[in-house]
């Protein structure tokens, strides 16, 4: 848990009460592969990272919002492969244009509300809302700190391989399915590059150039699969 003493995280919030409320969110995480506790905690840390590399400016209840939000941004999620309770979601939240997301934020709304935590709910609404990939709800304002969010959501494709590998694994596990080597290529060319190249002026330099260059080379990895697969299909021939 270094990480947050190492970027600040207490100068927004006192060090017990961090986690006394951190514990409440992540033990309302379903034990599924991909959206558990875990990933919570890995969006909230790595988008906690990126906004301190960013030139976003927050004020300490927005901040506080940011950080509780993410942690909170897939609770109760009941796994990919759950269907049905999916439908379920999607039939009771029938009123919201993203009504997965209108559930995390509701719950995640009543622990906040439960522990007196000082917290923007309109800005903790479209924190949420804009882990939605096909929507993007906060206004010309914040436009930056959605695509931010966006991409802390799936940060282990501009990671290091070993977790960008990790996390594929662990969604293909809730999904029930092996993803192809084309659907990565697909995934990374068409939605994730797109989204960083948004950032670039908003992520100092380095940073951007680091994370970047770990796309390139998780891209670079799915390529080749792709190239050798072909290769092999038509010597098969």
């Given at each position: 848990?270094?990480?947050?003493?190492?970027?600040?995280?207490?100068?927004?919030?006192?060090?017990?009460?961090?986690?006394?409320?951190?514990?409440?969110?992540?033990?309302?995480?379903?034990?599924?592969p991909y959206h558990s506790r875990f990933h919570g905690l890995d969006v909230m840390t790595m988008g906690f990272k990126f906004l301190?590399?960013?030139?976003?400016?927050?004020?300490?209840?927005?901040?506080?919002?940011?950080?509780?939000?993410?942690?909170?941004?897939d609770i109760f999620h009941p796994g990919l492969h759950n269907l049905e309770e999916l439908n379920n979601l999607k039939k009771i939240?029938?009123?919201?244009?993203?009504?997965?997301?209108?559930?995390?934020?509701?719950?995640?709304?009543?622990?906040?509300?439960?522990?007196?935590?000082?917290?923007?709910?309109?800005?903790?609404?479209?924190?949420?809302?804009?882990?939605?990939?096909?929507?993007?709800?906060?206004?010309?304002?914040?436009?930056?700190?959605?695509?931010?969010?966006?991409?802390?959501?799936?940060?282990?494709?501009?990671?290091?391989?070993?977790?960008?590998?990790?996390?594929?694994?662990?969604?293909?596990?809730?999904?029930?399915?092996?993803?192809?080597?084309?659907?990565?290529?697909?995934?990374?060319?068409?939605?994730?590059?797109?989204?960083?190249?948004?950032?670039?002026?908003?992520?100092?330099?380095?940073?951007?150039?680091?994370?970047?260059?770990?796309?390139?080379?998780?891209?670079?990895?799915?390529?080749?699969?792709?190239?050798?697969?072909?290769?092999?299909?038509?010597?098969?021939?």
């Amino acid at each position: 848990m270094s990480f947050y003493s190492e970027n600040n995280i207490y100068q927004y919030l006192d060090r017990d009460f961090f986690y006394h409320i951190s514990d409440s969110i992540l033990e309302n995480y379903h034990c599924v592969p991909y959206h558990s506790r875990f990933h919570g905690l890995d969006v909230m840390t790595m988008g906690f990272k990126f906004l301190k590399n960013s030139k976003i400016t927050l004020n300490q209840e927005q901040t506080i919002t940011f950080i509780f939000g993410l942690l909170g941004h897939d609770i109760f999620h009941p796994g990919l492969h759950n269907l049905e309770e999916l439908n379920n979601l999607k039939k009771i939240y029938h009123y919201s244009e993203s009504p997965v997301e209108e559930f995390h934020y509701l719950k995640t709304k009543e622990i906040l509300k439960n522990h007196q935590v000082n917290f923007n709910d309109d800005f903790l609404k479209n924190i949420i809302y804009a882990t939605d990939v096909s929507r993007n709800v906060f206004s010309e304002e914040f436009k930056d700190l959605a695509n931010l969010i966006k991409l802390a959501d799936v940060n282990h494709t501009v990671s290091s391989f070993e977790k960008h590998l990790e996390w594929t694994w662990k969604l293909e596990d809730e999904l029930k399915k092996k993803l192809t080597y084309q659907e990565q290529v697909n995934f990374l060319e068409k939605y994730v590059e797109p989204l960083l190249e948004k950032l670039k002026d908003v992520f100092e330099e380095k940073f951007y150039q680091e994370l970047s260059f770990k796309l390139s080379s998780n891209l670079d990895f799915w390529k080749s699969k792709v190239r050798k697969e072909e290769k092999q299909k038509k010597e098969d021939l």
